[in-house]
Structures are given as structure tokens and as C-alpha cells.
């Protein structure tokens, strides 16, 4: 396996998430830097706007930041039955845009894309598919677009198609797929579009995953309940990172939902370590299911 000196850039903004009667930070710049952490790696870069809030967090958090401006997006998370959430865009953030020298830095490393509400578009990601050697990618703010009261609704493009295209490993949770009536489905859906390893997750049923067109389901982690911002981020990022260290991607799948999960049932950091998901992997991996075609 590669050695954890490896360079990881997570594209993608910091945010403030009202949640009830709480306002707290979030974003996939926070939750996908802060589990890498937890597994101790240490060479970690995001490429975010960054506010007062934000700047003050990144000094506890052992990473790189890329300020590419101050104003970041502001949700409303409303749960409801099942896991799923209403969001509302309360104030939009900035578009990340940055220079060709910071593209050069991006040059042989892990990179994740993972924009909230469109602050990265596909030329940005044309540019940096030029220098990176695996690139992971959210859909989701790629596909969210406003409808009345500031609901964030799903609109697929064209532009989305093309930016599966360009990725090795992909997320989307379930509520974002178009049309389809189930993970699997969803999974085949987005793998007519690409090559990538593809995960559809659904909160605690658990995911579907294609890889090297075979389709597998990993269970979620049992008897977890609590708060779940934030897991597609984990999900991604430890998958991601596990795999481009070498670990065979079912493997890596496992270990990135047993960090989801834990960070479920442990609402304040640290949510794992790299031990814990280890042994807990194995063990979910037991449980996991090839999907007939």
C-alpha cells in the first residue's frame, strides 16, 4: 500500500448548517478533512471560502487551507421520517476558482470534488482531471438547484453527465438519483454514465456499489441511530482515500461506511479510529452481498 505522505485536496465548501434550534459548522471541507484526520493522515489540503468561524476551527484540525474566499453557503436541515432532510439555502457562498499554481500542487494526488450548491463547475473540473491521479466526486451540488423558499430541489444536466465521466470514484445518495426505485437500480443508472467505482448510499439501509461492473451491498453499520450530516462526506473521503492507498475497493468501501457510521452514533469528534475501522470492516464485510445483474 502507498504510504500516508500521500497528497489529498478536498474541493468544496465549509458551511453553516441550522439544525433545530442549532447552528452549527459543516460542509464536506469540514467532515471529509476532519475523518481523514481521524485515520492519521496528515497531508491534507482544502480549497474553500473560509470565514472567521471556519479560520478558527482549521488552526485545531492538523490541515492545509487554500482560502479562495470568506462568504460560505448557510442550509436549514429539516429531518424527517426515514433519514431523509428537507434543505433550504439560506445564503449562498462563493464560487471556488484558483490559480494554475495551485493546480500544479494537485499534481499526482488524491482529489475530492465535492461541491454543496454549485460553487464548482465542470470546466473547474476539466482543469484539475489534467493533473490529478484519482479524482472522487459528490454529485450533489452539481444537481441542486433553488425552488420557492429557497428548497433546494434535484435538476440533472447535461454538464452532470459529463462530470461522471470524469471521475474514479463517485457518491450519491439515493434522493439524488432520478427515476429509479431503489440503490441498485440507482447504481446501474449512474454506471451507464462512467467507469468509476459508484456507491448509492440510503442513510441506514445501507449502500450499493459497482465495481469493475459487478454490483455489491453493504449493510450500514447495526443498531445506529443519531445524527447523520455529514456521512456522504465521510463515506467518500475515508473510501476514497483507503483506495488510493491501494486497498482493495471493497474493502475500502467497508471501512468508509463503518466510518459513516460510527460518525452517526458519535454526534462530537473524535468519531473513529483507524483501528476501530479496521476490525469493524472485516466484520462488515462478512455481511455484504453480490447483487445478481
Request: aromatic share 8%.
Amino acid at each position: 500500500m502507498r504510504s500516508l505522505g500521500v497528497k489529498v485536496y478536498v474541493l468544496g465548501s465549509f458551511t453553516i448548517d441550522e439544525i433545530g434550534d442549532e447552528l452549527v459548522v459543516g460542509g464536506p471541507a469540514y467532515y471529509s478533512s476532519l475523518a481523514l484526520t481521524h485515520m492519521d493522515h496528515s497531508n491534507i489540503t482544502i480549497v474553500s471560502p473560509v470565514s472567521d468561524i471556519h479560520r478558527r476551527l482549521v488552526k485545531d484540525l492538523r490541515v492545509n487551507v487554500v482560502s479562495v474566499g470568506s462568504r460560505t453557503p448557510v442550509f436549514k436541515l429539516t429531518y424527517v421520517d426515514g433519514g431523509r432532510r428537507l434543505v433550504v439555502l439560506k445564503s449562498k457562498g462563493e464560487e471556488i476558482r484558483f490559480s494554475d499554481d495551485v493546480l500544479w500542487l494537485m499534481k499526482d494526488s488524491l482529489v475530492i470534488v465535492s461541491p454543496v450548491f454549485r460553487e464548482i463547475d465542470l470546466n473547474l473540473l476539466l482543469e484539475v482531471r489534467r493533473y490529478a491521479s484519482m479524482i472522487a466526486l459528490d454529485i450533489q451540488g452539481f444537481i441542486r438547484r433553488l425552488s420557492d423558499g429557497g428548497q433546494v430541489s434535484i435538476v440533472w444536466s447535461d454538464d452532470v453527465y459529463e462530470a461522471l465521466r470524469l471521475a474514479d470514484v463517485i457518491h450519491a445518495d439515493l434522493s439524488e438519483v432520478p427515476g429509479v426505485r431503489g440503490m441498485g437500480e440507482g447504481c446501474r443508472l449512474l454506471s451507464k454514465y462512467s467507469d468509476a467505482i459508484v456507491m448509492v448510499s440510503n442513510g441506514e439501509r445501507g449502500l450499493v456499489a459497482s465495481i469493475n461492473g459487478s454490483y455489491y451491498y453493504v449493510p450500514a453499520l447495526p443498531g445506529i441511530e443519531g445524527n447523520a450530516t455529514g456521512t456522504g462526506d465521510i463515506l467518500l473521503a475515508i473510501t476514497a482515500f483507503e483506495m488510493f492507498k491501494g486497498e482493495d475497493p471493497l474493502k475500502a468501501i467497508a471501512k468508509g461506511a463503518v466510518a459513516a457510521g460510527l460518525r452517526v452514533g458519535r454526534d462530537r469528534p473524535p468519531w473513529f479510529n483507524g483501528y476501530e475501522v479496521e476490525v469493524l470492516a472485516l466484520k462488515l464485510l462478512s455481511r455484504v452481498k453480490m447483487l445478481t445483474s
